[in-house]
């Protein structure tokens, strides 16, 4: 595991070089240091399916995976994650074969306005590797970081816990 | 008769839920423009006053700052426009905390924030109206004409007659919309045409609004909102932020982006005004009700006055022949409070409907048997027949649907363990209206396939408008859904209604449909053929082998309507647990029966309501924003600090429809879903407390403290 130091040593230089691998691509972030890895995302690579809703960690929409972990990307520089691999909602799929959890949602009618769901997807799939969450209410608590104002969350659990079963189109 | 062969009534997947599930759809924000530049605004920190003085010379000289927009420099814009709550930095006057004063532009979002930090500013403070409480002892009358005093009968006098009274006063707070995408705007000018990529509830009232602002022309203005993160209101009418953005893309020369900060929506984009509603039932032992008076007091902006009506339900739910509805408005140092979800009604029916069950436990009654006691044969506020009315419907259907017998009628009574359960119900209403909406329809030939393009300038808040656009036209034309592709959101297509007060669906699906039946009519014209079963649209553009056919429909609501009183109406079932230990109240079960004419799609809908359950739950229980009386801002500025329900809030909650077939409101049969949702939710869950603990909050929300 890298060390944070190591990461943080380019604070030194004015614009920051960042290498990551995005769904799948090498990609090059020319940023400065307090630039959030969100906003690296969205206005340096033009990922702008990943959401920003509060800035401050507390609602989800911007959650990403990040080297395997779901991540809040608004709480996270960019410079912090040099050489990491991310996944975005723009990599979920397998080109036109969706992700087991993107059909659920459908399915489930798992959204209405869709703005939080690039980080319901992400914490959904950050979830089920984790492992953690079993029953329904254990659920509910470990997706309670991303907040859904459509009131979209009956379908949101109705779509993981079919996932998490096995059940929808692995 | 269901036809298996139609579209409209499937619950069918979202048509653009791909774009939703591989972040394809594109917000305000999502729209990447070469050498844009980043606004960032900043705000007063006092409640009422004068701006004396703006030092931005340290701002000026940061890194990348571009321009710095202040009242001092910026173009005239038209503070009566149309936009809403005031704050285009037209005078250095301070109305309220949080009030825009100036704009940073610089090359990046970074630069601009922590340039905006560097700005100090002095004022001229004066004496501020932030202390509700105080204030509501000598409220004002309202201006509006709307709110003037409703009497009938004896009024509010014949409660001094009635056998059993039932006098309280029901508190809401202020609470705020927070759709999940911030407010924003990205503004590109061409010479003297500004395109607004911003989420509008209503497409050509940002555009007229903007124009208006800006002086300039509505052509000259382009909105463009194909997707919107949730508005619930607070993207119905425009703010400040949309022409702020345009004027600062004007004064620099390049495309700007403008997006507020969660904490900047707090005192940006409206609020849901804080109540007090005293309600006064007079009935007699029977259970028939002889006097109903509603009297609101509600605060609202010091310089335009604004307030959701709380009376509303109150007008229409009861047959009573002496009634009272009054409002007072109490002006504070705050921003404009604004439509929110359900406006006036799920407030009011908090008050009303907690009233009705606090009457129905007095006289030792079903809260059921007692409504459906006292339903109005016709609309009691205005004596027209109703179009339909399915509250008895929804009442009974849902008691045996949900396990009404079940409930103890005895409060406090019914404890598993620690936990004390409860059942409550509570009813609403909405009005259902059509508004004048146009429809393109274009068809196309190509490979033996007929392929249509709808165009309409609607809004879908993910509602689901897509969708049940692409349904009607699918029925209208003998299409499959997959032929059907829907544009909309774009001021460059046909005029629309917006997507507010429950409005939508009615009014674009019936443009759509009589397109449909237009398109079909002049094609049987230019074919010149008679037939005995009238072909579809699809089957003319085959056997007539056309490539291309258009046409535009203008929609207008039916002249029949407006004789009859047209709304949905819903009842609300609340199962909850209340920890006698902790107070913490959880609604475990609930179902919401909602009868609102033709469901062109039961998924999209159900999804609706119980985005209005979980709305009314967070109304019940959690959502409370809080004024510094020392500053006159939020104390709660964050989610950290302002709860909406979280996964875990939500339990197992269900919606139902009455098989309601209603076609004097509008030719489809369509009655909205949008606001009625909510109505009647929060005063379901009140009454449930109750039927658990026997204590009655009459505050919003229940929080823990209340209950201990």
Redesign the interface.
């Known amino acids: 595991m890298r060390s944070e130091t190591q990461n943080l040593n380019h604070l030194k230089q004015g614009d920051c070089t960042v290498n990551l691998t995005v769904n799948g691509e090498q990609k090059i972030l020319q940023v400065q240091p307090w630039v959030s890895l969100l906003d690296g995302l969205r206005d340096h690579l033009n990922l702008t399916g990943t959401k920003k809703g509060c800035d401050h960690g507390q609602c989800g929409a911007c959650t990403i995976i990040c080297d395997d972990k779901r991540i809040l990307s608004c709480l996270t520089l960019a410079v912090m994650k040099n050489g990491s691999e991310i996944t975005t909602v723009e990599g979920i799929a397998h080109g036109d074969d969706l992700h087991p959890i993107q059909q659920a949602f459908i399915d489930h009618d798992a959204f209405q306005c869709g703005y939080c769901t690039p980080g319901q997807l992400c914490s959904a799939i950050g979830l089920i590797k984790e492992g953690k969450a079993q029953t329904r209410e254990e659920v509910k608590e470990l997706m309670s970081g991303n907040l859904c104002r459509c009131g979209a969350n009956v379908g949101i659990i109705d779509a993981i816990m079919e996932v998490k079963a096995g059940g929808g189109h692995e | 008769m269901e036809d298996s062969n139609k579209s409209i009534g499937k619950g069918i997947?979202?048509i653009?839920?791909?774009?939703?599930?591989?972040?394809?759809?594109?917000?305000a924000?999502?729209y990447?423009k070469k050498n844009m530049a980043y606004a960032v605004l900043f705000k007063s920190t006092i409640a009422a006053g004068k701006i004396k003085s703006i030092g931005s010379t340290k701002a000026q000289k940061y890194p990348g700052v571009i321009k710095i927009i202040t009242h001092e420099n910026i173009l005239p814009l038209n503070t009566k426009g149309g936009l809403r709550g005031g704050a285009l930095l037209q005078s250095p006057e301070i109305t309220f905390h949080g009030q825009h004063i100036g704009i940073v532009v610089a090359e990046?979002?970074?630069q601009a924030t922590a340039a905006a930090h560097l700005i100090t500013v002095e004022y001229n403070q004066k004496e501020d109206k932030i202390d509700f409480d105080n204030l509501a002892k000598k409220p004002e009358m309202p201006k509006g004409k709307e709110l003037a005093d409703l009497v009938r009968g004896a009024g509010k006098s014949a409660l001094a007659d009635a056998e059993v009274k039932i006098e309280a006063s029901y508190e809401t707070p202020i609470e705020h919309h927070?759709?999940?995408?911030?407010h924003a705007t990205v503004a590109v000018w061409d010479v003297d045409q500004v395109t607004l990529y911003n989420g509008s509830q209503i497409i050509n009232g940002a555009q007229t609004a903007a124009a208006a602002t800006l002086n300039i022309k509505p052509e000259q203005v382009r909105i463009i909102s194909p997707?919107?993160?949730?508005g619930?209101g607070s993207k119905g009418g425009q703010w400040a932020n949309l022409v702020l953005t345009a004027v600062a893309a004007k004064m620099v020369g390049r495309p700007v982006k403008l997006?507020l900060?969660?904490q900047q929506m707090f005192n940006s984009v409206g609020l849901r005004q804080r109540n007090i509603q005293q309600l006064s039932i007079g009935a007699t032992k029977e259970g028939k009700l002889l006097t109903l008076a509603h009297e609101t007091i509600s605060h609202t902006a010091v310089d335009s006055e604004y307030i959701e009506p709380c009376g509303d339900c109150t007008k229409v739910m009861y047959e009573v022949p002496n009634s009272l509805i009054s409002y007072r408005v109490v002006p504070m140092n705050l921003i404009l409070p604004t439509y929110t979800r359900g406006p006036g009604k799920s407030t009011g029916s908090f008050a009303l409907e907690s009233a009705i069950d606090e009457l129905a436990y007095t006289l030792k009654m079903d809260p059921i048997e007692l409504r459906i006691k006292n339903e109005p044969a016709k609309d009691p506020s205005n004596g027209k027949p109703w179009s339909s009315r399915t509250t008895v419907k929804c009442l009974q259907e849902g008691a045996k649907a949900f396990g009404w017998a079940k409930r103890k009628s005895e409060p406090g009574t019914n404890k598993i363990g620690d936990d004390l359960i409860g059942y409550g119900v509570a009813c609403g209403t909405y009005p259902a209206r059509q508004r004048d909406s146009s429809a393109v329809i274009k068809l196309s030939l190509k490979n033996k396939l007929v392929y249509a393009t709808i165009e309409i300038a609607a809004s879908d808040?993910?509602?689901?408008t897509n969708t049940i656009l692409a349904q009607t036209a699918a029925d209208g034309l003998g299409l499959p859904v997959k032929q059907i592709s829907v544009k909309l959101g774009d001021s460059d297509l046909p005029p629309a209604a917006g997507s507010v007060g429950s409005v939508g669906a009615s009014s674009f699906a019936n443009a759509v449909n009589d397109a449909c039946t237009k398109i079909t009519d002049e094609l049987l014209a230019k074919s010149g053929k008679q037939f005995f079963v009238r072909p579809t649209a699809a089957a003319l553009m085959i056997s007539e082998n056309i490539a291309d056919f258009q046409t535009r429909s203008d929609s207008k609501a039916p002249a029949e309507a407006e004789k009859y009183s047209a709304h949905s109406f819903n009842a609300n079932f609340a199962e909850v647990r209340v920890n006698s230990v902790t107070g913490m109240v959880k609604v475990t079960r609930f179902l919401a029966v909602t009868g609102a004419g033709k469901i062109l799609n039961p998924?999209?809908a159900?999804?609706?309501i119980?985005?209005?359950?979980?709305?009314g739950i967070g109304m019940a229980l959690t959502e409370e924003s809080i004024i510094d009386p020392r500053y006159g801002n939020f104390a709660t500025r964050?989610?950290?600090d302002y709860h909406?329900?979280?996964?875990?809030?939500?339990g197992?909650?269900d919606a139902m429809f009455i098989n309601e077939k209603d076609f004097i409101p509008n030719k489809m049969g369509v009655k909205g879903i949008g606001e009625v949702g909510i109505v009647g939710v929060a005063a379901a869950v009140a009454n449930a407390v109750f039927n658990a603990t026997a204590k009655r909050v009459r505050s919003l929300p229940i929080t823990p403290d209340k209950l201990l």
């Open positions: 997947n979202r653009d839920g791909i774009l939703k599930i591989t972040g394809k759809a594109t917000y924000t999502d990447p990046t979002f970074e927070h759709p999940m995408e911030p997707f919107i993160g949730g619930f997006a900060t969660r808040l993910g509602t689901g998924k999209t159900r999804s609706q119980i985005g209005g359950i979980v709305w964050s989610f950290a909406v329900p979280t996964n875990l809030d939500i197992d909650l």
